[in-house]
């Protein structure tokens, strides 16, 4: 990977709370057209450092570059502004409200005449999003009516909305079926492909090495280690995670002789 292709460059990241380093000198990077894998236990730190790139957390130390210029990032507009997004693990739409709605909620279009929404292009807009990203779903439709999957495609829509090309994705699976899943999957392979640059956090280990490019392991606050995903088993994944080897974690029991 060459700088031209680093969209996102964290570097030495600190940021302490009192009685707690929950950052501590944390360097992450991700490249264009990259699904980056960020895990770690519970209380690693993964959770903090994203809310230190989407402007929900200030940091105490280290710089953030986007697209090879220093940035400071001090509220989620902010991050919004610089095309960063963010996908929370519980969804933010409101039921009552259309897909196309929910996409540009507070952004909606309008008319020559104030105070006018131009419903006809906030519908076109949203669907073209929609259809860039194959989910057979009417922009007019309520979203009630969606299943949990397409509602976080419709998330993903939103994000494309805001012009990000660098979207963190939190737990996204942790709801959905394996079939969903799988659909999630192939728009995260898709956007790949459009030079779109994802973060995905999951404790899944398996979907990690099913959709990863690279990972990055967070523990008790500190990087650990980068690799790409090739390198590792989840063996080893798990030792950098925890700091022991699965036998340390599991070690075998003796064997009782019952007389």
Same mark, same amino acid.
């Given at each position: 990977?060459?700088?031209?292709?680093?969209?996102?460059?964290?570097?030495?990241?600190?940021?302490?709370?009192p009685?707690?380093?929950?950052?501590?000198?944390?360097?992450?990077?991700?490249?264009?057209?990259?699904?980056?894998?960020?895990?770690?236990?519970?209380?690693?730190?993964? +959770? $903090?450092?994203?809310?230190?790139?989407?402007?929900?957390?200030?940091?105490? @130390?280290?710089?953030?570059? =986007? /697209? #090879?210029?220093?940035?400071?990032?001090?509220?989620?507009?902010?991050?919004?502004?610089?095309?960063?997004?963010?996908?929370?693990?519980?969804?933010?739409?409101?039921?009552?409200?259309?897909?196309?709605?929910?996409?540009?909620?507070g952004?909606?279009?309008?008319?020559?005449?104030?105070g006018?929404?131009?419903?006809?292009?906030l519908?076109?807009?949203?669907?073209?999003i929609?259809?860039r990203?194959?989910?057979?779903?009417?922009?007019?439709?309520?979203?009630?009516?969606?299943?949990i999957?397409?509602q976080?495609?419709?998330?993903?829509?939103?994000?494309?909305?805001?012009?990000?090309?660098?979207?963190?994705?939190?737990? +996204? $699976?942790?709801?959905?079926?394996?079939?969903?899943?799988?659909?999630?999957? @192939?728009?995260?392979?898709? =956007? /790949? #492909?459009?030079?779109?640059?994802?973060?995905?956090?999951s404790?899944?280990?398996?979907?990690?090495?099913?959709?990863?490019?690279?990972?990055?392991?967070?523990?008790?606050g500190?990087?650990?280690?980068?690799e790409?995903?090739?390198?590792?088993?989840?063996?080893q994944?798990?030792?950098?995670?925890?700091?022991?080897?699965l036998?340390?974690?599991?070690?075998?029991?003796?064997?009782?002789?019952?007389?």
């Amino acid at each position: 990977m060459t700088d031209n292709d680093t969209i996102l460059r964290m570097e030495s990241i600190s940021k302490a709370f009192p009685g707690v380093q929950a950052l501590d000198n944390v360097t992450f990077e991700v490249a264009a057209g990259e699904i980056h894998a960020l895990v770690g236990e519970n209380g690693a730190g993964k +959770s $903090t450092l994203m809310k230190v790139l989407t402007g929900a957390l200030g940091k105490d @130390e280290g710089q953030i570059t =986007l /697209r #090879g210029a220093t940035v400071q990032i001090e509220s989620p507009s902010d991050s919004q502004n610089l095309g960063i997004s963010m996908i929370h693990q519980e969804l933010s739409l409101i039921p009552n409200l259309t897909v196309g709605q929910n996409i540009y909620l507070g952004r909606e279009p309008r008319t020559r005449l104030p105070g006018f929404i131009d419903w006809k292009s906030l519908y076109s807009a949203a669907q073209e999003i929609l259809d860039r990203l194959n989910l057979e779903v009417d922009a007019r439709t309520e979203v009630r009516g969606l299943s949990i999957a397409q509602q976080q495609m419709v998330e993903v829509a939103k994000a494309l909305s805001l012009d990000a090309d660098l979207i963190a994705m939190d737990e +996204s $699976t942790s709801a959905l079926t394996g079939r969903e899943t799988e659909v999630l999957f @192939e728009v995260m392979r898709s =956007l /790949r #492909g459009q030079g779109v640059g994802l973060i995905f956090i999951s404790h899944r280990l398996m979907e990690v090495f099913q959709i990863a490019d690279r990972i990055t392991v967070l523990r008790d606050g500190q990087h650990i280690g980068t690799e790409s995903i090739d390198l590792l088993d989840e063996d080893q994944m798990v030792q950098m995670m925890v700091g022991r080897e699965l036998g340390e974690l599991y070690p075998k029991e003796p064997l009782t002789v019952m007389r």
